[in-house]
DNA sequence: CGATATACGGAACTTGCGGTCTCGTAAACT
DNA sequence: AGTTTACGAGACCGCAAGTTCCGTATATCG
């Protein structure tokens, strides 16, 4: 590689800039303008690594969240409440509640930002729900493994609604914790 | 009333502009000016009738959607089938599909429409999981009526993320008819 | 060392859209 | 008749995304 190299660090700072000006301000106010002074970078340091607003809040928020693979809890039911649990704590980072809608709007109107939200995201959910779901089999709770994307749709679904279209307060003990149970029976519903 | 009154078929023509440009041209490009266009209409008497951009879009898709009061089937499995049909239909409609994300956005970051939206649709949908649910225990089907909150994430939820966040094609036989079953062993859990 | 290529911060610039305002005109009420 | 409000058309403003240019710094290649 000729000519100078790319400065060590701007990638996370701009990073942190963009996810504390989310915090800090919402979506909205999170300017392009504002996160390079935040980073204390020029705007064009910012579009030589990302391609738009969107690509960069979309890497800064990902960035900030873990995808785990589930542990083995033993049975399908204390599994159903692991998973529930871990896709509520990455859907609930507080910079990224507030800044989940536009996001979304933003990924749905880029086709290559949703090719690479499936592949990040919903792929690796995916993967990890078949590994659960084929544990569940060989303990014998479930015949036959059942259509990953309808359990996947069963399981995020009731986490996305409440804290994407709801704006309320949690229930007593979590989210996950009430929902367990049910989303659990509705897994073995499934099974017949 | 002093003046001259409001020129009917304004309200409608303009209405209409908005869905016939969402469904070619999506949420960014359907614009205050081509809407204005498309309905032969000043820009003026599209703000003299509704603030922002983001309450013309509701207002229009709100308009084109007709959240009906559930049938009372005589099972509640059956009642959540169509419960749960009621909603894909709502959801799935040609031009509210693709703005979704973008109208939830704005939503979410206007206080006024976050009311309107909370007491048209959610509080809504709510009253008729009630009377659903009433119906239930009356039945003995159901011991006692559940958190009406907790049931409408566990109804909504998946047939949200399915269209709104997965861009899969519905499975065989429609939504509605996969979840019936799981969901509504889901609400059986929910009673113990 | 010197030429070249790329990165840097800073700032000017372009473009597009939401939203407001003005103008000349039309249609109602008092 | 006079006042008030609506109308279409279009000019205008403000803001933010994205691009380009400037002077400068830092690397590789010959």
């Given amino acids: 590689m000729r000519g100078r190299p790319r400065e060590e660090g701007i990638d996370d700072a701009v990073r942190e800039a963009v996810r504390a000006l989310l915090a800090e301000t919402g979506y909205q106010r999170c300017t392009i303008d504002a996160v ?7 705007k064009a340091a910012v579009y030589r690594r990302w391609r738009s607003k969107a690509e960069l809040v979309f890497a800064a928020v990902i960035h900030s969240v873990d995808l785990e693979p589930p542990e083995d809890t033993g049975t399908l ?3 159903v409440e692991a998973v529930l649990g871990a896709i509520e704590s990455s859907l609930d980072g507080v910079e990224v509640k507030s800044a989940l809608p536009s996001l979304l709007a933003d990924i749905r109107s880029d086709p290559a930002l949703e090719t690479r939200f499936a592949e990040l995201f919903l792929g690796r959910e995916l993967g990890y729900l078949v590994e659960m779901l084929d544990r569940a089999v060989a303990r014998g709770e479930l015949s036959q493994r059942p259509d990953p994307l309808l359990v996947h749709a069963i399981l995020l679904g009731p986490v996305l609604a409440w804290l994407h ?3 309320d307060p949690v229930p007593q003990g979590g989210l996950a914790a009430s929902l367990a149970s049910p989303l659990h029976a509705a897994l ?4 017949d």
Same sequence: chains 1, 2.
Wanted: hydrophobic share 60%; charged share 25%; proline share 0%.
């Fill in 188 to 191: 073995v519903a499934l099974d």
């Fill in 36 to 42: 390079a002074a935040r980073a204390g970078v020029g």
């Fill in 77 to 79: 039911r204390g599994d």
């Fill in 165 to 167: 279209l709801f704006a």
